[in-house]
């Protein structure tokens, strides 16, 4: 094997070994950057340093701790039938807000999705898209209205095709009955699908996937 075949196979090998771990290294510095965002305020606010001996790292620690403890809370509260009640009326209000009401209609219904296993999506579907004998995974949200289906001269369906990894995002179709092909899946698995662009399918093949990520159950 001629000396530049040995090269190019070796540095090949050497990039192979050494991207993932590039990539976790600044995929880490990310994550820990973007808790860091909520995690300072808290200790600065608070000034837990002066409690921590100076310490920084302890302060943090306590600061993620409470924000943990604070958010089991909130959610403690929110199954309560006054929470529930707060939380409707907290809703109605962002539902006011232009453009705030849509990012925040469509965040609440994909977590909805993966926490409770339900939501406004009544069933999975497969829409021909964006062409002909390619399929795309979308979700029926509802009959169409009327005044589309006296135009098209059928029955429509709404369905909302998601974005992968992120379907927090996505393109709103009006399809014929006809054209819908319905899966026997749940909304839940659904999203599952597309959050995991497919690469996890059984809950042995999600919880190996989760461990690779590092992630919490509530993320897969």
């Known amino acids: 094997m001629r000396l530049r075949e040995v090269l190019r196979n070796s540095f090949v090998a050497g990039l192979a070994l050494l991207a993932p771990l590039v990539v976790t290294v600044v995929a880490m510095q990310f994550l820990v950057g973007w808790v860091t965002t909520f995690i300072d ?19 943090q620690a306590l600061a993620l701790l409470s924000i943990v403890v604070f958010v089991v809370a909130l959610g403690y509260l929110a199954q309560g039938r006054i929470g529930q009640r707060v939380f409707a009326w907290i809703d109605r209000g962002i539902g006011v807000v232009p453009l705030v009401s849509i990012v925040y209609s469509s965040v609440r219904q994909v977590a909805n999705a993966l926490t409770e296993g339900s939501s406004r999506y009544k069933r999975v579907v497969m829409v021909e898209y964006p062409r002909e004998g390619v399929y795309s995974i979308g979700f029926v949200t509802g009959d169409g ?29 009006m399809v014929p009955e006809d054209e819908i092909q319905e899966l026997d899946i749940s909304v839940r698995r659904g999203v599952r699908l597309l959050v995991t662009t497919g690469m996890a399918e059984s809950d042995e093949e999600v919880a190996q996937l989760r461990a690779e990520a590092d992630l919490p159950d509530r993320y897969i």
């Open 145 to 173: 209205p009327d005044e589309a289906a006296n135009v098209a001269g059928e029955r429509l369906y709404n369905v909302f095709l998601p974005n992968s990894p992120n379907p927090t995002g996505g393109r709103f179709l």
């Open 41 to 59: 305020p808290v200790v600065q606010g608070t000034r837990l340093t002066r409690y921590t001996a100076n310490i920084e790292a302890v302060a």
